[in-house]
């Protein structure tokens, strides 16, 4: 793949090397869960193109006790993935630790992740999500009964600054976690009010830092290039980052990662052929996953408009592109493209992924009133586990 020369930029004194627990990784990259996009096909093609931790989409601590099909179906990891990562996502402390005492008693993870981050209406209505750590206790019993269950696995969190500026949870929940054992605390930079507008907090993120000094703390949001990533630690110090929309159509973005963290100025500039080479690696590897080359073929769709952004492939091909059933129809439109059409540099990077606009977050009656779990809220709580994209 071609590259270019990328900027001078500062690197944190230890850029190699990021220890989660016993997990040594050797680039400060994790790959934040995303609902519908991280499953085993994704990361599979993230981590031929780079290093890091590939976590999976998120999982609800219900469905897989009850083992649902689609939750066992998702905690499935390739042979090749040598570091199983697995992210949970429950409401009741029970339930998440018979949940993670089943991933390792049957040895199913080397790594857990609980989010508390996804700020769905759907989900913070209930009390979960990004609403959760308001009640201090519902959290740190969640958090505590988690990592107690783990016991050698290394068991981490994800969250939100809180749910908006006049109710951030962020530190108070860090402390608790921190006091609980977790191996990692990632914290995305905005809140749930701001969903994925405007401009990523990053101030937040050196603030937790600050606080917590023991513990490794990554950073997440707005990272849509190896230097903003490299930029975020050396303006935040946090131990890492966490990449979710950057790396949407560019799974190439895990190689400028390793590159910059160690110090190579390195940047992916793929022409047209590399990103149909891509774009195709990936409809196989779903082919894969799906064991169904028609499904594979309509969850590609979704990543059509993200591989190809900027390059000059016209309205109608896209379209026929989102409108394949099949791998021979990719191969046939995917020939008609000119693999020598270059790089399109700025028009190519950037955010991606949709962002939404800020809004109230919709909360159960009356949450706001105590910090501690009232009797009231436990119906709403019951309700909330359902499989939402969180982060």
């Given at each position: 793949?071609?590259?270019?020369?990328?900027?001078?930029?500062?690197?944190?004194?230890?850029?190699?090397?990021?220890?989660?627990?016993?997990?040594?990784?050797?680039?400060?990259?994790?790959?934040?869960?995303?609902?519908?996009?991280?499953?085993?096909?994704?990361?599979?093609?993230?981590?031929?193109?780079?290093?890091?931790?590939?976590?999976?989409?998120?999982?609800?601590?219900?469905?897989?006790?009850?083992?649902?099909?689609?939750?066992?179906?998702?905690?499935?990891?390739?042979?090749?993935?040598?570091?199983?990562?697995?992210?949970?996502?429950?409401?009741?402390?029970?339930?998440?630790?018979?949940?993670?005492?089943?991933?390792?008693?049957?040895?199913?993870?080397?790594?857990?992740?609980?989010?508390?981050?996804?700020?769905?209406?759907?989900?913070?209505?209930?009390?979960?999500?990004?609403?959760?750590?308001?009640?201090?206790?519902?959290?740190?019993?969640?958090?505590?009964?988690?990592?107690?269950?783990?016991?050698?696995?290394?068991?981490?969190?994800?969250?939100?600054?809180?749910?908006?500026?006049?109710?951030?949870?962020?530190?108070?929940?860090?402390?608790?976690?921190?006091?609980?054992?977790?191996?990692?605390?990632?914290?995305?930079?905005?809140?749930?009010?701001?969903?994925?507008?405007?401009?990523?907090?990053?101030?937040?993120?050196?603030?937790?830092?600050?606080?917590?000094?023991d513990t490794p703390i990554?950073?997440?949001?707005?990272?849509?290039?190896?230097?903003?990533?490299?930029?975020?630690?050396?303006?935040?110090?946090?131990?890492?980052?966490?990449?979710?929309?950057?790396?949407?159509?560019?799974?190439?973005?895990?190689?400028?990662?390793?590159?910059?963290?160690?110090?190579?100025?390195?940047?992916?500039?793929?022409?047209?052929?590399?990103?149909?080479?891509?774009?195709?690696?990936?409809?196989?590897?779903?082919?894969?996953?799906?064991?169904?080359?028609?499904?594979?073929?309509?969850?590609?769709?979704?990543?059509?408009?993200?591989?190809?952004?900027?390059?000059?492939?016209?309205?109608?091909?896209?379209?026929?592109?989102?409108?394949?059933?099949?791998?021979?129809?990719?191969?046939?439109?995917?020939?008609?493209?000119?693999?020598?059409?270059?790089?399109?540099?700025?028009?190519?990077?950037?955010?991606?992924?949709?962002?939404?606009?800020?809004?109230?977050?919709?909360?159960?009656?009356?949450w706001l009133d105590s910090?501690?779990?009232?009797?009231?809220?436990?119906?709403?709580?019951?309700?909330?586990?359902?499989?939402?994209?969180?982060?």
């Amino acid at each position: 793949m071609s590259i270019l020369t990328a900027p001078e930029a500062e690197t944190t004194s230890d850029p190699n090397k990021l220890y989660i627990g016993p997990i040594e990784l050797d680039v400060p990259v994790v790959l934040a869960p995303m609902a519908g996009i991280t499953n085993t096909a994704f990361r599979r093609l993230c981590r031929e193109y780079g290093a890091g931790l590939y976590v999976s989409e998120m999982i609800t601590s219900r469905a897989l006790v009850e083992r649902t099909p689609e939750s066992m179906r998702l905690i499935r990891h390739h042979e090749s993935e040598t570091t199983r990562s697995i992210q949970l996502y429950g409401v009741d402390p029970k339930t998440v630790r018979e949940a993670v005492t089943m991933l390792v008693a049957e040895d199913r993870a080397d790594h857990i992740d609980l989010n508390f981050g996804c700020p769905v209406a759907k989900v913070t209505r209930r009390g979960g999500g990004a609403a959760l750590p308001w009640k201090r206790d519902l959290f740190r019993d969640i958090v505590e009964a988690a990592v107690a269950a783990a016991g050698d696995i290394p068991l981490t969190i994800k969250m939100r600054k809180g749910i908006d500026e006049d109710h951030l949870t962020y530190l108070e929940a860090a402390k608790a976690a921190q006091g609980a054992g977790v191996a990692s605390i990632a914290l995305h930079a905005r809140t749930a009010a701001e969903f994925y507008s405007g401009t990523a907090d990053w101030s937040a993120i050196a603030k937790l830092k600050e606080t917590i000094t023991d513990t490794p703390i990554l950073g997440n949001g707005d990272i849509w290039s190896a230097e903003d990533a490299i930029r975020m630690v050396a303006e935040t110090g946090a131990d890492g980052v966490v990449v979710g929309r950057g790396c949407l159509g560019r799974p190439w973005l895990f190689g400028d990662l390793a590159a910059a963290f160690k110090g190579e100025k390195l940047k992916a500039m793929p022409s047209l052929g590399e990103v149909a080479v891509a774009f195709r690696r990936h409809a196989q590897l779903l082919t894969e996953f799906f064991d169904e080359e028609d499904k594979a073929c309509r969850d590609i769709r979704k990543h059509v408009a993200w591989y190809f952004k900027g390059y000059p492939i016209g309205g109608e091909t896209r379209a026929a592109l989102a409108m394949s059933s099949s791998l021979q129809e990719l191969d046939d439109l995917l020939g008609t493209l000119d693999p020598d059409v270059p790089y399109p540099g700025q028009e190519a990077e950037g955010p991606r992924g949709r962002a939404g606009s800020p809004k109230k977050p919709t909360l159960p009656y009356g949450w706001l009133d105590s910090r501690e779990l009232q009797e009231t809220d436990r119906a709403d709580l019951t309700a909330a586990e359902e499989h939402h994209s969180g982060g």
